[in-house]
T-cell receptor, first 114, second 110 residues
C-alpha cells in the first residue's frame, strides 16, 4: 500500500535549471494537488487537478506547470528555477472532491535553488 | 481578514497538562472543518474532523462555534508524542480546495 509517492526526496538546483517533481498515487483518487511549505507561511496551494486532463491554478502557480495525463500521476514542473522556489513541496490526493476531508500527502520533496 | 487564522505559538506545556487551540475562519458559509497534525519535517495527516455537535477521540476534543466563526482543539493529559504542529483546515464554498491555516506549534515538555 504505497499511497502517495513523491520523488525525489531532496534536490539541489542552480538558478535557471528546470526539473520535474514526480507524484504518483495508487488509490485511484480523482483529486490531486501540489503545495509548497515555507517557514511562517504554512501550506500554499500551487496547482490542483480534479481528474485526468483537468488542472487548475492555486494560490501560487507562477513558475510552475502541471499536467494530468493519467489518474495516477501529477508531475510538477519548474520551468526555470529561482531561489524563491526553495521550499518543501508536498503532493496530496483525495478520493472525493476538492474539499474532501481525507487528504493523503506524500512525504515531501526538499528543494534548494542556489 | 485572512481566511483561516491560527495562533502560531509555540505552546510549551508540561506532560499531563490540558491545552487548547483556537482557529478562526472568515467565510460564514464554510461547512467543513478539520484538524491536521504535522510532525517536524513530515507530511500533514488528518487528526480529526470537526462536527457541529462537537466530537471527541480519546484525549482530543474538537468543537465548532459558528456564531463566532472559530473551531477549537482540546488536548487532555498531554503526552510528549503530542508535540507537533496542528493545522486548522476549512473549506471555502464554491468547490474550491481546502484552505490550511499556518499551524499552531505545540511542545510538550517532560
Amino acid at each position: 500500500n504505497a499511497g502517495v509517492t513523491q520523488t525525489p526526496k531532496f534536490q539541489v538546483l542552480k538558478t535557471g535549471q528546470s526539473m520535474t517533481l514526480q507524484c504518483a498515487q495508487d488509490m485511484n483518487h480523482e483529486y490531486m494537488s501540489w503545495y509548497r511549505q515555507d517557514p511562517g507561511m504554512g501550506l500554499r496551494l500551487i496547482h490542483y487537478s480534479v481528474g485526468a486532463g483537468i488542472t487548475d491554478q492555486g494560490e501560487v502557480p507562477n513558475g510552475y506547470n502541471v499536467s494530468r495525463s493519467t489518474t495516477e500521476d501529477f508531475p510538477l514542473r519548474l520551468l526555470s528555477a529561482a531561489p524563491s522556489q526553495t521550499s518543501v513541496y508536498f503532493c496530496a490526493s483525495s478520493r472525493g472532491g476538492v474539499d474532501d476531508e481525507k487528504l493523503f500527502f506524500g512525504s515531501g520533496t526538499q528543494l534548494s535553488v542556489l | 481578514r485572512k481566511e483561516v487564522e491560527q495562533d502560531p505559538g509555540p505552546f510549551n506545556v508540561p506532560e499531563g497538562a490540558t491545552v487548547a487551540f483556537n482557529c478562526t475562519y472568515s467565510n460564514s458559509a464554510s461547512q467543513s472543518f478539520f484538524w491536521y497534525r504535522q510532525d517536524c519535517r513530515k507530511e500533514p495527516k488528518l487528526l480529526m474532523s470537526v462536527y457541529s455537535s462537537g466530537n471527541e477521540d480519546g484525549r482530543f476534543t474538537a468543537q465548532l462555534n459558528r456564531a463566532s466563526q472559530y473551531i477549537s482543539l482540546l488536548i487532555r493529559d498531554s503526552k510528549l508524542s503530542d508535540s507537533a504542529t496542528y493545522l486548522c483546515v476549512v473549506n471555502i464554498p464554491g468547490n474550491t480546495p481546502l484552505v490550511f491555516g499556518k499551524g499552531t506549534r505545540l511542545s510538550v515538555i517532560a
